[in-house]
T-cell receptor
Framework: GENVEQHPSTLSVQEGDSAVIKCTYS??????FPWYKQELGKRPQLIID?????GEKKDQRIAVTLNKTAKHFSLHITETQPEDSAVYFC?????????FGGGTRVLVKP | NAGVTQTPKFQVLKTGQSMTLQCAQD?????MSWYRQDPGMGLRLIHY???????DQGEVPNGYNVSRSTTEDFPLRLLSAAPSQTSVYFC?????????????FGPGTRLTVT
């Protein structure tokens, strides 16, 4: 089946610095790549997504890049703030299923 | 709109018991799915449905059954609970069409099997 690998598993950054999370996928037919944020004890919520016909997408301090040739995509958070502390999940779509990565726990230190 | 609702929020079962986790959405979404999230791990797909009357297996379907008789409801049934099924269960829904769209998650059900 489809496999999505996510790195790093934990990431500690100083407030104001940037954070980068990387994911690789295996199914070349995947064409939708969302990122979800899950705060402690809460449900996952979509923060940004990108489709395979786009190489980069930005939304304020968040950006996602996609390299279909290399089968990897990344989440970039700039000017990190304490409220960015959470677990972030990447995912891809293959067939009718979303496959999630293992998650990255981000801690923003004030 | 209530969005995606799940009941119960917490449940403790003994090994061998059966139960049904309820999930409902009021957004008229065709696509619904069930995930389990184990401590420190990602979300693993159990079963999903692309519309009423249609269900299919995900990554970890063993020990679970689903049905989709209406667009709104997608219950998950545990046939004979085992300690390995201790987890947090999330139901999600999304509109569908040409490809995937944002999945809206329910608040989750925390299940403990002793």
């Amino acid at each position: 089946g489809e496999n999505v690998e996510q790195h790093p598993s934990t990431l500690s950054v100083q407030e104001g610095d940037s954070a980068v999370i990387k994911c690789t996928y295996s199914d070349s037919a995947s064409n939708y790549f969302p990122w979800y944020k899950q705060e402690l004890g809460k449900r996952p919520q979509l923060i940004i997504d990108i489709r395979s016909n786009v190489g980069e997408k930005k939304d304020q301090r968040i950006a996602v890049t996609l390299n279909k040739t290399a089968k990897h995509f990344s989440l970039h958070i700039t000017e990190t703030q304490p409220e960015d502390s959470a677990v972030y999940f990447c995912a891809d779509s293959a067939g009718n299923k979303l496959t999630f990565g293992g998650g990255t726990r981000v801690l923003v230190k004030p | 709109n209530a969005g995606v609702t799940q009941t119960p929020k917490f449940q403790v079962l003994k090994t061998g018991q059966s139960m049904t986790l309820q999930c409902a959405q009021d957004m008229n979404h065709e696509y619904m799915s069930w995930y389990r999230q184990d401590p420190g791990m990602g979300l693993r797909l159990i079963h999903y449905s692309v519309g009423a009357g249609i269900t299919d297996q995900g990554e970890v379907p063993n020990g679970y059954n689903v049905s989709r008789s209406t667009t709104e409801d997608f219950p998950l049934r545990l046939l004979s609970a085992a300690p390995s099924q201790t987890s947090v269960y999330f139901c999600a829904s999304s509109s569908s069409g040409q490809g995937f769209y944002e999945q809206y998650f329910g608040p989750g059900t925390r299940l403990t099997v002793t």
